[in-house]
């Protein structure tokens, strides 16, 4: 072997050596240091996509945006009614767990934001939202959808107001379940290699004589420390009992095919 | 004044030094690049295009370099963060990758590269495309394979075969262009990638 040869991979050997005893601090600094880098650009290209994206809503029918107008009013109108009804319950409510000494937090803070990019790498179920540091996120937030738990947030990318969330369809997104209507507690999450439209879940660690039947639903449990409790997750498919425990598979109550608006929980109940 | 040997180490520079920027000035397109959903989340690997191609252009030592920097921002852009929760309810906890895993499976696939590089020397570009396609479906399948290995079950559906496939295949199909921009950078600094095909053109003409 040349000594030029030699030199380079041995500086490559001890480089692969350097990179692999990095720690999870400096991993992270690393990969703030990767999106900053990268962030002017996505700034550009995204400011490319709302350019275009006006462009073609400035270009459809009048008559059509204007029906459209005149349904989002109404619809405005009777959420602003069932708004001022929910402020009055929520300081009722408050008022009535003060007198009975609940030390409970009764704040759900949520921050809407915008699906802005699915599936950025190749084996990870995530997409990025547009709502990061800026909007009072941080990593490992809820994120929810008006129909159930989407998700929790991964990685907030360094000077941008972005962020990139794991969805619950990914193996690594782990959440703590029960069945409603039963005793059965056990730990929900995606499975490897399927992401096709409407993926199964995985409900593991139920009990080995476990009475469920499908269309039972699943809610959060609340314990981790990360989900909020009573959070929808879907509908039980079927259970497979095993010898020690049973599993059970779950249709998710989200349609991750469609995701377009999230809400990310600042803060609320645990 | 500068000996010959020396102007084509100055050349042989420039030539890497503008490799390294088309590497990093990819990871930048990488991020507009979409997942296909019709095609099974299949995608364009730009970066590990860039870097195949490249590897097949230049050195042992150059490759080696172009590695360590696409795998090392490679595991920047596709890492995941920690678990994160309640060690107590969460006991059995997903593992994730170790960064830097991409640095080997870069170079790996960068010496495949480099098994025919007399092929691409001579002129043959087109069996360097080829081959970019099975190492990128090689690179894939040992992702893969790791991640099975580390996470436990192995598990694999026709639809990760399938995505595997066809990313392969559509990042394939963009080699060419990639082995166009690298001859236009190498003719920009005067230098020579397939040197061979240089002289066999030229004794054939002389024979001519």
Known sequence: MKPLNLTALLLFLGGVVWAFTLSDRAVREVQDFYFSAVSPFLKSGSQMETRARNFLTETRHSKEVEVELGAIRTELGRLHIIESRYRDLEIENGRLRHALNYKKNTHFDVVPAQVIRRQPTTWWQTVDIDAGQSSGIGTQLAVLSNEGLVGKIDRIYGGQNRSSVLLLTDEKCQVSAR???????????????????????????????????????????????????????????????????????????????????????????? | MLSSLEIHKLIVIRYSFI?????????????????????????????????????????????????????FFWDAHCGIGPHGGDPEVYTQ????????????????????????????????????????????????????????????????????????????????????????????????????????????????????
């Open chain 1, 179 to 270: 069945v409603e209507g039963s005793t059965e507690v056990g730990i929900l999450s995606g499975q490897r290699g399927r992401f096709d439209g409407s993926p199964l879940l995985r409900l593991r660690f139920l009990s080995a004589d476990a009475k469920l039947q499908p269309g039972q639903r699943v809610f959060t449990t609340g314990r981790g420390g990360i989900f909020q409790p009573n959070i929808p997750l879907g509908t039980i498919d079927s259970v497979k009992k095993g010898a020690l425990d049973s599993e059970a598979l779950v249709r998710p109550s989200v349609n991750f095919s469609d995701l377009s608006t999230v809400f990310v929980v600042i803060a609320g109940d645990s």
């Open chain 2, 19 to 71: 490799t390294l920027l088309l590497l990093l000035a990819s990871f930048v397109v990488q991020q507009f690049l979409p997942a296909f959903t019709g095609f099974y989340q299949s995608r364009i690997l730009l970066v590990l295009l860039v870097f195949l191609c490249a590897a097949v252009t230049v050195g042992q030592p150059t490759m080696l370099m172009l590695a360590f920097v696409g795998g």
């Open chain 2, 93 to 208: 906890q997903v593992e994730s990758l170790r960064f830097g895993y991409s640095i080997l499976l870069f170079a790996a696939m960068g010496l495949l590269m480099q098994g025919i590089q007399p092929l691409f020397r001579r002129g043959k570009w087109q069996f360097s495309a080829y081959l970019s396609g099975v190492a990128i479906f090689l690179y894939l399948a040992a992702e893969y394979a790791i991640i099975n290995f580390v996470r436990g079950d192995f598990v694999l559906s026709k639809a990760t075969l399938m995505q595997m496939l066809f990313t392969s295949l559509l990042t394939m199909l963009f080699s060419p262009f990639i082995f166009w921009l690298l001859f236009r950078i190498a003719k920009l600094c005067q230098h020579s990638i397939n040197p061979d095909a240089g002289r066999r053109r030229q004794h054939a003409h002389r024979n001519q």
